[in-house]
């Protein structure tokens, strides 16, 4: 494919090479890196670590709320230009297409591991219900609800295809941000009440509430309790016009673990995303290393050291 041949020749710059994207050609169109998050937990905690490294090369950030479907429509027009949030399979019927027609490039994966599912809390599960069949001899403790995220959103989908699709009829889905699910799920549980919604992992839900992930929803979320990737995608011609960006978009990975760590820090420690950010990178040398072998900043310098100084890290 076309992205993956771009993306390799941008893989193969040696380390000491200035990238083109170091230019005074490149710094006029990618001098600002547009990007997108729905509001999710994860994609705020990811962006902040992007928006902390990209400062320290000397780019700048910008960030728009914008629904999982117009993020795609976006970087279609252009109007994006980085999205660290495309899970797989849930966003499949909207990046296959996409991918297909060249429209957008898939520059690689930032995150394995991930689950994406229906979850009850443990006491619920205690009292029986551990699978998608045991939902439906417990309507009435459940008010016949489950609980989702954003209209529209591929898992509010996934849920709906789960009630046409089984004894879950006369059930509904409630649609909501994410932040009002989980506000929705953490009165439930104080008080003991039953509540099924949806979940994933990573997710500081997954610390603060002891969760049980239910089986038996390969159709409608996929095997291994709707297991995903995260990827990395852009819109069509940012590696080649942006190289040097386009270098560190296909190395910044992530970890379940790691993702849990920043989340856990910006929504239980009480810290501002870009401190928690700054903290993480901090601690992690070895990662930012990584994502930042053979990056230049934006006028040509090594990466890894102006980074290190903007964050006050020692290598």
Not at 42 to 61: F, I, K, P, S, W
Not at 98 to 104: G, N, P, R, S, V
Not at 133 to 157: C, K, M, T, V
Not at 221 to 233: K, L
């Amino acid at each position: 494919m076309r992205s993956a041949a771009i993306a390799a020749a941008v893989l193969c710059l040696a380390p000491g090479v200035r990238a083109a994207g170091a230019s005074a050609s490149e710094a006029a169109a990618c001098a600002a890196v547009h990007m997108s998050s729905p509001g999710w937990s994860d994609l705020e905690a990811t962006n902040e670590v992007a928006g902390a490294v990209l400062r320290g090369l000397g780019y700048e950030q910008r960030v728009d709320t914008l629904s999982v479907a117009i993020t795609y429509q976006a970087l279609t027009n252009g109007q994006i230009d980085v999205f660290l949030g495309d899970w797989s399979p849930a966003h499949d019927r909207f990046t296959q297409p996409l991918l297909a027609a060249k429209k957008i490039e898939r520059l690689h994966r930032n995150l394995s591991g991930a689950k994406y599912t229906l979850v009850v809390p443990d006491y619920v599960a205690a009292a029986g219900v551990r699978t998608f069949a045991d939902l439906a001899a417990h309507g009435d403790e459940f008010r016949h609800r489950i609980y989702g995220i954003d209209a529209g959103s591929p898992g509010n989908e996934s849920i709906e295809r789960a009630i046409n699709g089984s004894a879950l009829k006369d059930w509904s889905v409630v649609p909501s941000s994410e932040q009002g699910m989980l506000a929705q799920a953490a009165r439930d549980i104080a008080r003991k009440r039953w509540i099924v919604f949806l979940g994933w992992e990573p997710h500081p839900m997954n610390l603060t509430y002891k969760l049980v992930y239910l089986a038996g929803g390969d159709e409608f979320f996929g095997p291994d309790f709707g297991g995903a990737t995260v990827s990395t995608v852009a819109r069509a011609g940012f590696i080649e016009s942006c190289p040097n960006l386009g270098r560190l978009f296909s190395q910044l990975t992530f970890t379940v673990a790691g993702e849990d760590e920043l989340m856990s820090a910006i929504d239980n420690g009480k810290q501002s995303g870009s401190d928690a950010a700054a903290a993480y990178l901090r601690r992690h040398t070895d990662e930012l290393r990584g994502w930042l072998e053979g990056v230049q900043t934006r006028d040509g310098k090594p990466g890894l050291a102006a980074v290190q100084a903007a964050l006050g890290a020692r290598g």
